[in-house]
């Protein structure tokens, strides 16, 4: 399934972009790419954990840039949202559980 992320990645970030571009224009705060791509080599080997430490990272970067960590949940949601639109739904169901967790 990681493979089909990856692959699917330029119309994810492309759907994703002008979505946040309504919500917001901060293009300062991190890519979508690297969320995107981060979701599915995680994913590839399994590694929820590893998952939950990028977004704790990016959490991070957010907060020291006096951002809030909403936006980063918003970001997540924009991008599971666009997913049911371009995945099966146990697909989106498996990014869901990365998601969650990380967001947790």
């Known amino acids: 399934m990681s493979k089909k992320i ?3 990645k330029d119309d994810l970030s492309k ?3 002008t979505i946040r571009g309504e919500i917001r224009s901060d293009e300062s705060l991190p890519n979508i790419d690297e969320c ?3 979701l599915a080599e995680t994913m590839k080997v399994g590694s929820i ?3 939950s430490d990028y977004i704790n990272w ?3 970067l957010f907060t020291s840039r006096s951002y809030s960590i909403n936006n980063l949940k918003k970001d997540l949601d924009v991008l599971i949202d666009i997913a049911t639109q371009k995945f099966k739904e146990e697909e989106v169901e498996i990014m869901k559980e990365y998601i969650d967790a ?3």
Do not use: Q
């Open 36 to 38: 995107i791509i981060y």
């Open 58 to 60: 990016a959490a991070e």
């Open 15 to 17: 759907k994703y972009n």
């Open 102 to 104: 990380a967001l947790k």
């Open 6 to 8: 990856i692959a699917a």
């Open 49 to 51: 954990e590893l998952f």
